[in-house]
């Protein structure tokens, strides 16, 4: 085990550099001592009975290594003052041509905007012009941002248009034709046919919202099967007199009877017929 109280030296040693050389004078003698220390320390073993002994040699380590990185350190300052001199008067030589190329640079971007707005112009001019003739309509086709740009020709443009309009009238031709079949199709099924247009809108496969129609159907049919066993059960226990259905049991209204005149759109009598027949609930066509 070594002194605790022994003091850690280096020996005396002096760095001399210049801008491309650093040079440690009495090298080796350093390296020996720091060879030394080392491996007098490396097989320090810590133990509860030695934890105190360990942590002053940790300690006096530590301090020989950050000797020598404080050395590193200031080295690495001086190495660097003629650097950093040579940057700082280049940095005030480009600061004074920044300040000239800054307005040139900001004059030439508000040019170049407004050559992109009237290339905007001129692109949305060739839209209008051309949106007829693919059956489409100008405020359906957004601009690209590429062809807006300084390096698109005219005939790119132009090409690009066609193919964006073309893609554009087979979209709509599609969701006109999809549109009209599922229409149909939930005519035929008894049911509203909005809510599932929306869903075509935003991108739903038609297929799909058929198989989802016929789900609806079957559970609504399920559930007016429920509705009739319900009513049949219930009818075994109920008496009529004059236009009310009285269940015996309770003595409850069962069903009534009343006369109503609704006056609405086409449109909102066939949701309410649909809705009366979902729910069993009996009606019947009077007279005017």
Known sequence: MTNETELLQLPDYSIEYT????????????QRAVNAYAQRYANVIVTDDTEKSAKDSR???????????????????DYNKPYDEFADTIKQLRSVLQNTIDPIDDG???LDGQHREQRKEHVQA???????NYGVSASDIEIDPKWLNKSTSK????????VVMKQVKQAQDKFKSDSHALTKYAEVNKVDAAPWIDQLKQGQDLDYLFKAIDNQVNLRKQKQKELEAQAAEAKTHQTTK????????????????VVLRITTTIEEMKLLKNYMDQRGIKYQRAGV
């Open 19 to 30: 801008p491309t050389q650093i040079k440690i004078h009495n090298f080796e003698g350093l």
């Open 59 to 77: 300690a006096k380590l530590n301090k020989l290594s950050n000797a020598l990185d404080e050395k590193r350190r200031d080295i690495h300052r």
């Open 108 to 110: 030439l971007k508000e």
């Open 126 to 132: 060739l839209i209008t012009e051309m949106a007829p």
């Open 155 to 162: 005939k790119a443009v132009t090409e690009g248009v066609a």
């Open 242 to 257: 004059g236009d009310t259905t009285i269940d015996t049991n309770t003595g409850e209204i069962a069903e009534h009877s």
